[in-house]
């Protein structure tokens, strides 16, 4: 299919000039006359030019003013601007609302055709970045976040409400395996940097010595074998986001100069000695209780509170296991896809496997027991086989045992507590029932630690001396 290219002027002969000329050139040409008429085929969903060729001065209209409507809807393509009478000022303007060039009439053919070229070139580059911006778009929306529970409808919100806003710093903490990663990519591709680029960097899979010059870059003869300057990762993310993936594994030192980057928003490169001005949106994920890892001294606090502008914290699987179902669902429909195979049933026995089992690994060990049974259930059979699932059964949950004396505890709800109150005692006697072990209760009560410790202080429950877990 050839690439469009749309001639805004109303000149009549130069106009059916250009029209032929780029027809026979192999172009599908549109050509308004007008303004109103460039933005009905622009902005009325018909026409997505590569390349806009545009008189500066048209009857109902300035071209630059509607250079600077189109850029504002966010339509791609590439501008140039002919004109017989441009002035300075209009080149500047045209030029910061990003128009290729700008030409002054009469233009020799040949010429333009060697300027439209390289407007060709940049326009499909162009084109290609926005087509893969928009599917990632589609692929990381919200609702790729699956679940119909409340802790993940919750997720969902704050997904939403985190894309919306212009942060600097994002904490996003959970278990392995409960989709940090995802996250990530759904605060990215869904947010105001959609169009830059996202970096990712595992922070633990990468040797201590070397993760300065990949975070920072670094110069020709900063150390050995380094032959050549390099851009690091601060760098290749300007102007979008860079995810530090288990930001818990960095050393305290490395932390300090992130944390000098991340509040001047400038870099310097290893063995360099000129500031590099950034604008990165930081986004950090961990496994690790990041607070016990400050009060241990292991993590820097300064850094931990920079980070933490805003948190996420997703839950394990074992926490929403009314999620399984359409998380297995959407799994085999995924590999039915990928491998052309044609399941669509699950036995009632698969389904209480599936329910029952402790999934320590979280979405991510679902998201492989589910890729492995589809792929080696026969490529004829409709239904899921369970032997292929492979579940250790030492995994799956035990029946829950007879309620006891101990295990029980009774509220009144005759209105005599109120709710904080109710919450309180159940905090209180659960701290009492394990000996202020804050580990163990909050185990018990099925939260983290550092949820039962804002509770505790909330609450004014001080555990004994000596005895804080």
């Not at 940049?122 to 929306?141: D, K, L, M, T």
């Amino acid at each position: 299919m050839p690439d469009s290219l749309l001639i805004i002027e109303d000149e009549s002969l130069l106009g059916a000039e250009l029209q032929r000329h780029f027809r026979r050139e192999g172009w599908e040409v549109s050509w308004a006359r007008s303004i109103a008429e460039a933005e009905s085929l622009l902005f009325g969903e018909t026409l997505t030019p590569l390349i806009v060729l545009s008189d500066m001065s048209l009857p109902d209209g300035n071209g630059l003013d509607l250079l600077e409507s189109v850029r504002q809807k966010n339509l791609g393509g590439e501008w140039l601007f002919l004109t017989g009478y441009g002035t300075v000022p209009d080149s500047v303007r045209a030029l910061k609302l990003g128009a290729l060039d700008f030409l002054s009439k009469p233009c020799d053919l040949a010429r333009l055709d060697l300027i439209i070229a390289a407007a060709t070139r940049s326009g499909r580059a162009q084109r290609r970045i926005a087509e893969h911006s928009a599917a990632a778009a589609r692929r990381y929306s919200v609702d790729s976040f699956s679940g119909n529970s409340s802790a993940s409808n919750a997720a969902r919100q704050m997904l939403t409400r985190l894309a919306s806003v212009p942060y600097s710093a994002l904490l996003i903490s959970g278990e392995t395996g409960t989709g940090k990663g995802l996250a990530a990519r759904i605060l990215h591709h869904g947010g105001m940097r959609a169009n830059a680029p996202l970096v990712e960097v595992n922070c633990a899979a990468l040797p201590h010595e070397l993760i300065e010059s990949e975070l920072f870059g670094h110069e020709p003869g900063a150390f050995t074998g380094a032959k050549t300057r390099r851009r690091g990762l601060f760098e290749q993310a300007d102007g979008g986001t860079l995810f530090l993936d288990e930001v818990g594994e960095l050393a305290p030192d490395l932390q300090a100069k992130l944390l000098k980057a991340i509040e001047d928003k400038v870099i310097r490169r290893v063995g360099g000695d000129r500031e590099i001005a950034l604008d990165v949106q930081l986004i950090a994920a961990t496994n690790q209780d990041l607070v016990e890892a400050v009060a241990a001294r292991r993590f820097r606090e300064d850094f931990y509170h920079r980070l933490s502008v805003f948190r996420l914290e997703l839950p394990p699987l074992r926490q929403r296991r009314e999620d399984i179902r359409a998380l297995v669902q959407r799994f085999v429909a995924e590999f039915n896809l990928k491998a052309g195979k044609k399941i669509r049933h699950i036995r009632d026995s698969s389904w209480l496997l599936l329910e029952q089992h402790d999934w320590p690994g979280n979405v991510r060990e679902l998201h492989n027991a589910i890729e492995r049974a589809v792929l080696l259930t026969p490529g004829d059979a409709d239904t899921l086989q369970e032997e292929w699932l492979q579940l250790t059964p030492g995994r799956i949950l035990p029946a829950p045992p007879q309620a006891s004396s101990e295990t029980l505890l009774c509220l009144p709800l005759d209105g005599s507590m109120a709710l904080d109150d109710m919450d309180r005692h159940i905090i209180q006697t659960t701290l009492v029932r394990y000996a202020y072990n804050v580990t163990a209760a909050a185990r018990a009560l099925g939260t983290t630690r550092e949820t039962l410790r804002y509770r505790v202080d909330k609450y004014g429950l001080k555990p004994e001396a000596g005895k804080d877990g």
